[in-house]
C-alpha cells in the first residue's frame, strides 16, 4: 500500500497502519495472557474438568461410532492455534494428534498442564486433540482448540482420516507424550 494516497499525506497513512498492527499485537498478547491464566486456574482447580449442564439424573452418552465414510473429497480443515497462542501460528508448523490416553479428571489436566504450557511458552505444532470421552471436550472448545472425540477407537487406526481431515502428521500420547503413530504415506 505504500504510495497510495487515501485522504492524506501517504507518510501519515502508513504510518497509522504500522501503529494499528502493533496495536493488534499486543493486544493478541494480552488476551493470550489472559486466555493462558484462566487456563491454568481451570486444569489446577478442584475439579478442572466441572460442567453440571445434564444434571445428577443424566445418563452417559453411549460409545461414539466413527462412520466409516471416506472422505477424501471433503476439504481440509483449518487447526486453530487455539486462544492461548501469542501469535498468529505459522502454517508451516506441523499438525500433530494427542490423544487423551483415556485419562480424566486430574492426571488429565495435569497432562494437558503440561502440553499447554510447552504450547504456550514456544509454539511447536499445530494441535488437534483426540478425546476418548466427552470430559475434556468442552474445556478444549472453550480456548479454540480442534476436537475429535473418538471414544475407545485406537488412535493409530484414525491416522489415515486425520491426515485427510486436518494434515495430521503424527499422534502422541497426552501423558508421555510418546509417539503413537507417524504418517508414512506421500
Known sequence: MTGVKVGGNTRDYDETLRRLE????????KLARHEFRQMQQELTSEDPFRLDVLGPQA???????????????????????????????????????????GLSGRPLAAALMGLLKTQYDKPFARLVFLC?????????????????????????????????????????????????????GG
Do not use: C, K
Request: aromatic share 6%; glycine share 10%; charged share 25%.
Open 22 to 29: 502493533q496495536d493488534n499485537d499486543d493486544l493478541r498478547g
Open 59 to 101: 445418563t452417559a452418552p453411549g460409545d461414539v461410532m466413527l462412520p466409516d465414510v471416506d472422505d477424501v473429497l471433503l476439504p481440509r480443515l483449518p487447526v486453530p492455534a487455539g486462544t492461548i497462542a501469542r501469535d498468529l501460528l505459522s502454517p508451516d508448523l506441523p499438525v500433530i494428534a494427542v490423544h487423551d490416553d
Open 132 to 184: 476418548s470421552g466427552f470430559e475434556a471436550v468442552p474445556f478444549l472448545g472453550r480456548y479454540g482448540f480442534a476436537v475429535e472425540q473418538v471414544g475407545r477407537a485406537d488412535p493409530a487406526t484414525l491416522l489415515p482420516r486425520l491426515r485427510r481431515r486436518y494434515g495430521v502428521v503424527q499422534i502422541r500420547s497426552v501423558g508421555s507424550g510418546d509417539l503413537i503413530a507417524r504418517w508414512q
